[in-house]
């Protein structure tokens, strides 16, 4: 069976901070036509999941799409020439204040192939110090400490459902980082 399309023509739809394309498809399988719209970015980000006395570091922060509140871990864009490592580093200083001696990689994905090409990198930081945030100009948020056990417990209940959490919280109890049974 052939899942594939090929693109009939392609154009961006709109230019602001990400472009937004429309490609006119053919289907492989049957030459039917559709008219698929994405967000024109190859990219990749960071996450980073900071975890100290049985506590994880969270921000919370309005997010506009889904007009609300949220809490999620501290997550940033990677820059150009820069590595993911250097990047969670970065990233958790600006937002949380703090700087990690120990990161270590957890594992990546790419959370919405249908909207987008981006990869998120998971890193979990330890031995943290807290030195002042340097928050971009557009970045108002809350920092909190909360019981491991808590932040579980509200992505059970479905409390904690946005953003990069979920899926940081289910790597970092399937690696060992975050268990279950120690936090209960």
Do not use: C
């Not at 399309?5 to 392609?10: A, C, L, P």
């Not at 996450?47 to 799409?65: G, N, W």
């Not at 703090?98 to 990869?119: Q, T």
């Amino acid at each position: 069976m052939k899942l594939g399309w090929s693109v009939k023509s392609s154009r961006v739809a709109y230019r602001g901070r990400f472009p937004v394309i429309e490609d006119e498809l053919i289907a492989d399988l049957d030459g039917r036509e559709h008219l698929y719209t994405y967000l024109g970015f190859k990219g990749s980000a960071v996450s980073v999941i900071a975890i100290e006395d049985d506590r994880i570091l969270l921000v919370r922060e309005y997010r506009h799409p889904v007009d609300r509140i949220v809490t999620d871990l501290p997550t940033g864009s990677v820059s150009a020439g820069e590595n993911p490592f250097d990047a969670a580093h970065r990233e958790l200083r600006e937002e949380t204040g703090y700087e990690a001696d120990g990161l270590f990689h957890l594992g990546g994905l790419i959370p919405v192939p249908a909207l987008a090409n981006l990869r998120v990198d998971y890193y979990v930081a330890s031995a943290l110090n807290y030195v002042g945030h340097e928050r971009d100009d557009s970045e108002i948020m809350e920092v909190e400490w909360i019981e491991s056990s808590l932040v579980l417990s509200r992505f059970e209940t479905g409390d904690y459902i946005y953003g990069t959490l979920p899926h940081g919280l289910l790597l970092a109890e399937r690696s060992g980082v975050l268990r279950k049974t120690q936090v209960e």
